[in-house]
Structures are given as C-alpha cells and as structure tokens.
C-alpha cells in the first residue's frame, strides 16, 4: 500500500523534469542569437523582363559592409541602377556593388536593362563578415 | 628592508626617496599629471611626495608608482633610513580593541527570546541582505586582454594600419596602460588616440580608462625590405592589477615584401573576402588616415603589381 503514492510521487517528479528540460531547452533556443547564415539574406521581387528588383534583409548588428554580386546573362547592357553600381562586366554580366554604413533592415538594389532577360537568367551573391564572429559570409540569392 | 607587513589591519607603509621619483620622471619626459592618474592620487600629492613632504606613503601606492616610472620599486625607496615608519597621518587608524568579555558575578536565569522577535530578526538580515547586494553589488572581476591586427605583409616604404583591441571585461572605465614597441626602422606615422607620453625609444604608451573595449591604432612604413619578418611587441597594464602586466596577442610579425597590406594571401589581388576585412577591421576607427580609395581601386581592378623603381602599386586593368 506504502509503495503506490510514492510511485506517483517519482511519476510525478520525472513529469516536472521533463516540463523544465524542455522549457530550459525553449528558452535557451528562444535566446539564441541569429546564425551567420542568417546576417544577410535576399529575394528578388522582380526578375524577369527589363527590370531586376532585389530586396535584402539586413540583421542586427549588421556588417560593417557588404558586397553584392549580381549575374546577368553574358553582354547584358544595364542603362540604370539604384544604388550606384560600383563596376560592371559586360563581357561576363557580373555587376558589383559595394555598400558601407550598412543599416539594419530592408534594402532594395535596382537594376533597368536595355533589353529584356529570360525567367531564371539571374543570381547573386551577397557576401560581408560577420561582426560577431569576423568569418566571411557567403550567401546565394535565386529568384 | 623598507616594507612591512603590519598585523591586525595596519597598511603596509615605505619610505620613499622624493628625489629619485622626480629624477626619474623628468628623465623619462613624464608628467606629475601622468603620474597622478597611474596611481590615481592628485597631482598635489604627486607634488608632496617628491618634496618629501609626505616621506613615507601606502607600499601599494609605491608599487603603481613604480610601475608608472617603468622601475623596481626597490628604485624609488629611501634607503638613507633602514627603520620603516609608519605615518601616522596617513595610517588610517585601525582601532585594536580587544574584547573583554564581562565575567558574569554570578549566574542569571536566561530568556529565551520571542519567537516573533526571532523571525522578524531573520527577516531584517535577509532585507539587509538584498538591500546590499542590490545597492553594493559584488566588484567586477577585470579580464583585460588586448590583440594586435596586424597585416601579414606590406611593401616598402609604404603606410600600413595596426590595431590593438583592448578589452576590459568590465562596464566600469578601467585605467590601464598600453605599451607598444615598434621594430628597428619602422616610421610612425599617426595614430589614434594620441599617445600619453613623450617617445624615446620608438614605444608609444597610452594611458587611458576604458570601458569594455577600445581600439589603439596607427600607421607605420618600414623602410627597407628584407627576408626577416619584422617584429612588434606589446604590453598592457592595469591600475587595479598593479605589477601584472599582459602580452598584446594576435599577429606579431609583418614581412616586408612586394604585396599590398590589404591582399592578406599575397596572391596579387584584393578579393571581395580581403576589402570586406579592411571594412571590418579598420573601417570604425575615426582618425586612422588609411588609403582607402586605393585599396578600392586595386579590388576594382583585375590585379596589380608592385613598382619597386618608382615606390607605387600599379593597378591592372
């Protein structure tokens, strides 16, 4: 008769660690900060056509600075970008662009072609270090 | 010996030589000002000190006192007078009561206290408990660590950045001393912030209070180029450590050779992954007069190379 309450006590205890493991677990994934993956990432809003809209998100605290390396098709002519493009190769289609006293947030890069590029035609890279950690971050944008 | 240990709460005093701390401080281009901030006492203090108004002051005063003057302190202490004094001024007065227990005439029945009186009691010390640790919380533990960044090459003649990170683990401002030596023919060519004291042996000192971190820097050329890796040291001191003195770590060495400072593999070329570290690393220190538009040039272009006839890097289309 003795051994049943104290089995529902031991139940009962194994049942109240289980509950804070898991919320310890919780918090402590909850308070973890953003991965370096997750620095910087993008999306394009428009890619297709004679307009290339992409639109990054930048977290805090953001890099110092950042490079985006945008790839066009090959002898793609840009007539216009926003922000200003830093260099461009015409012969491989890559456009660069180096930004400083970068915010954390939302951006948007801007690029008007002279003519118009298939769906799928476009990529681009967006690299910085990590200012927590100081390693290089790569990360692939497709539409 | 001039120190001394006293038992039961007395300061350790020494008698100092006025004379020698002044000698020593003119020699070394120091101010009473500095010396007043290194031991945090005032300069009128300073002042009396050397005058021998106040012969005899703290051992630990006497030990940050001669750290500052970058001697033993067995250098600065009186030995004209073996006996150690204590002054009396200066001594704060640690009473030594001894406790004399009253020796009960005769035996007395005893009260047991209240029951109430008991907890309201426990409660008062665990309130004044709080109330201390909420209001005197427990003192900082100071982990000061400094590194250097240092690029692994630069050409000859030509300026390259150099920062030391010091952080001090505490949000309190620390007083602390940074001490950088430059190698044999390196040329000092600014720096951030402007050093505390005058230069004699081409080592720049820094004497500032910092709160959690902060960046040292400067620029520097090495003239002529050689095989043998070119060597810089570092240390830092803190006013509340006083007598330990920690190593600057991180890169030691630069190698005088062909490459820009900024190309880190020395592969002819400034990677995206390269001009992002010159962001990272020197881009925040206002002050630091870094060539930065040719560090973009170079990334802009396909390569360069370095002209040693004409002392100029020249940028490949």
Known sequence: ?143 | MQSDSFPSGRIPMVKIDGARIRQLRESQGLTQLFLATSVEVTTDTISRWENKRYPTIKRENAVRLAEALEVELDAILDHSDEETANDENEIPDHDQHESHPETPSRLTPVKKPPFTLIVATIIAILLAGILAWWFFPAPQEISVSARRFLPAHSAAGQPFPVAIEVKTGSIDPQTLILKESLPQGAVLLSLVPPNSAVDHHNSLKWLSKVKETQIFAYIVKVEKSSAAPVVFSGTVAVHKAPGEQLRVEGRDSIVIDEYHWADNNGDGIISDEEILTVYDEFSEISGLEIDIDQVEEIWLGSGYRWDASQGIFVVLP
């Open chain 1, 1 to 143: 008769m003795k051994g049943i309450p104290m089995m529902t006590n031991v139940s009962m205890l194994k049942k109240w660690i289980c509950t804070a493991a898991v919320f310890v677990v919780f918090v402590f994934l909850s308070g973890k900060p953003a991965d370096a993956a997750d620095l910087v990432s993008g999306s394009y809003t428009s890619f297709s056509g004679n307009s290339i809209v992409l639109s990054i998100d930048i977290q805090s605290p953001p890099p110092a600075s950042l490079i985006i390396e945008q790839y066009l098709p090959p002898g793609t002519e840009i007539v216009g970008s926003e922000p200003k493009l830093k260099k461009y190769n015409i012969k491989k289609g890559e456009a660069k662009w180096l930004l400083k006293d970068v915010r954390p947030g939302k951006m948007t890069v801007k690029l008007q072609l002279a003519g118009k590029i298939a769906k799928g035609d476009v990529r681009a890279l967006l690299r910085c270090m990590d200012p927590a950690t100081g390693k290089f971050v790569e990360k692939n944008v497709t539409p």
